[in-house]
Nanobody, 124 residues
Framework: VQLQASGGGLVQVGGSLRLSCAAS????????LGWFRQAPGKDREFVAS????????YYGDFVKGRFTISRDNAVNTASLEMNSLKPEDTAVYYC??????????????????WGQGTLVTVSS
């Protein structure tokens, strides 16, 4: 599975951004999709994941209702809607996929495929 992330950019504190992850490849609709992020000098961190059908969703503890992950299997795309952004949300955001189809598996850091990152910068 190949993943193409987009939608990053510069936003002010309290603003919103929508990231997209376009997935392609064999049986991509059966894959779980998710997002991780990595801030400068820090480890990669789990953000959100969604199972193959969209019925099961997980979020990192820091999200606290600010982010929403969704997917559209008709166009093989997952999205991450980010609201109430904070400076500490500044990071490179990576799209991820796992053939298990389970969002829980991705939340543990088990990932088959990574997309390239998209940079999100939140300015104060």
């Amino acid at each position: 599975v190949q993943l193409q992330a987009s939608g990053g950019g510069l936003v002010q504190v309290g603003g919103s951004l929508r990231l997209s992850c376009a997935a392609s490849g064999r049986r991509v609709g059966s894959y779980a999709l998710g997002w991780f992020r990595q801030a400068p000098g820090k480890d990669r961190e789990f953000v959100a994941s969604i199972n193959w059908s969209g019925s099961d969703i997980y979020y990192g503890d820091f999200v606290k209702g600010r982010f929403t992950i969704s997917r559209d299997n008709a166009v093989n795309t997952a999205s991450l809607e980010m609201n109430s952004l904070k400076p500490e949300d500044t990071a490179v955001y990576y799209c991820a996929a796992d053939s298990s189809g389970s969002g829980f598996v991705i939340s543990t850091g088990t990932v088959d495929s990574w997309g390239q990152g998209t940079l999100v910068t939140v300015s104060s």
